[in-house]
C-alpha cells in the first residue's frame, strides 16, 4: 500500500509571514498573453482544477516519482524571483537539504471553484505541499477535509494534499497563488517506492 509520507501536516500548518513583494509585483505585471500561452501548454491537466489557471515552473516528469522533476522555460528567468520565497517559506522544516519538485502560479478568476478531490499520483504522496497567496479577497475559501480556512497573502501554509481539499472564490478578484511541493532530500525513501518503479528490461 502506497503510504504518505508521515512528515506531512494532517491538516493545515502555518509556516509563518515570508516576503513577497518582488514577486507579486511581477505577477501582477504579467500580460493576460503570458498567462494564456502557460495555460495552454500546461502539464498538470486535472479535471477538479476546473477553470484555473496555471504557469508552471517546475514539474514532476513521472507521476510515479517526485524525485524526477523538470524545469520549464520560464524557470530561469523567475528563479530569482521565487527561490527566496520557497527558502523563507520552508525555513520552519528545518532540512539541510531539500528539493522542490513541481513550482507554479495559480491563478483562480472570480467566482471560480476548485472542486473537492484528493492529489492522488504517487508523487504527490511525499512532499509537502506549500501555499503562499500573493493575490487574493476575503471571500475565498480553502477547504481541507470539510474544515474552511482563509489564508492572508504573504502567509505560507502546508496544506493536506491526501485530504479532501477545494477551494471557492466568492469575491470580486482573483486568487493567485504561488504553489510547490517541498521534501527532505536525507528523508529515508519509502519502501513503497521501489515496488512502484518498473522492472527493467
Known amino acids: 500500500m502506497i503510504q504518505a509520507n508521515p512528515r506531512k501536516t494532517r491538516t493545515v500548518r502555518q509556516l509563518g509571514r515570508v516576503e513577497i513583494g518582488p514577486l507579486k509585483q511581477a505577477v501582477a505585471a504579467l500580460p493576460e498573453s503570458v498567462w494564456d500561452a502557460e495555460n495552454a501548454a500546461k502539464p498538470n491537466r486535472f479535471g477538479a482544477l476546473d477553470a484555473t489557471r496555471h504557469i508552471v515552473f517546475r514539474f514532476v516528469s513521472n507521476f510515479r516519482d517526485w524525485r524526477q522533476s523538470f524545469e520549464r522555460p520560464l524557470w530561469d528567468e523567475w528563479k530569482p524571483m521565487i527561490e527566496p520565497v520557497l527558502a523563507a517559506a520552508t525555513a520552519p522544516y528545518g532540512y539541510a537539504h531539500g528539493a522542490f519538485p513541481r513550482v507554479m ?97
Do not use: C
Open 105 to 201: 502560479l495559480a491563478r483562480m478568476a472570480a467566482g471560480g471553484v476548485i472542486h473537492p478531490h484528493r492529489d492522488e499520483n504517487p508523487a504527490a504522496k511525499w512532499p509537502h505541499k506549500v501555499h503562499v497567496p500573493l493575490q487574493t479577497n476575503e471571500d475565498v475559501t480553502f477547504f481541507v477535509d470539510g474544515t474552511a480556512y482563509h489564508f492572508a497573502e504573504g502567509e505560507a501554509v502546508e496544506v493536506n494534499n491526501m485530504g479532501v481539499h477545494a477551494v471557492e472564490n466568492r469575491g470580486s478578484t482573483d486568487r493567485i497563488h504561488l504553489i510547490f511541493e517541498y521534501y527532505d532530500l536525507d528523508q529515508p525513501e519509502p519502501e513503497w517506492l521501489m515496488a512502484a518503479q518498473p522492472a527493467n528490461r
